[in-house]
Nanobody, 126 residues
Framework: QVQLIESGGGLVQTGGSLRLSCLTS????????MGWFRRAPGKEREFVAA????????DYADSVKGRFTISRDNVKNMVYLQMNSLKPEDTAVYYC???????????????????WGQGTQVTVAS
């Protein structure tokens, strides 16, 4: 079992920045890929970013490329999402998740992830 707790969400103006953190506990996640997803009001949850188990490979949704950066610290069992140049359309609940399989490259489908956090709200005011 893995527990995930997201933090760092909040209210920010357009163009601002936030850094989301995901603290994991329980089984080690250092050999598993990690991802961030989000669910905007009235929409389905969507892929945002993912990082390989060793942190060397990342992948992003087209909508956030060049603005968001995913990273991980396997010593601290933490995953981060640095979000810059935020837009109102980035408003959503953001979730971190652990891949089902070890030693994978970044993956972008919900079904490929086994454990999920409760989410943290990000609101970008126009």
């Amino acid at each position: 079992q893995v527990q995930l707790i997201e933090s760092g969400g909040g209210l920010v103006q357009t163009g601002g920045s936030l850094r989301l953190s995901c603290l994991t506990s329980g089984r080690t996640i250092r050999t598993y890929g990690m991802g961030w997803f989000r669910r905007a009001p009235g929409k389905e949850r969507e892929f945002v970013a993912a990082v390989s188990w060793d942190g060397r490979i990342t992948d992003y949704a087209d909508s956030v490329k060049g603005r968001f950066t995913i990273s991980r610290d396997n010593v601290k069992n933490m995953v981060y999402l640095q979000m810059n140049s935020l837009k109102p359309e980035d408003t959503a609940v953001y979730y971190c998740a652990v891949d089902r399989s070890p030693f994978t490259n970044p993956r972008g489908r919900e079904i490929q992830y086994e454990y999920w956090g409760q989410g943290t709200q990000v609101t970008v005011a126009s």
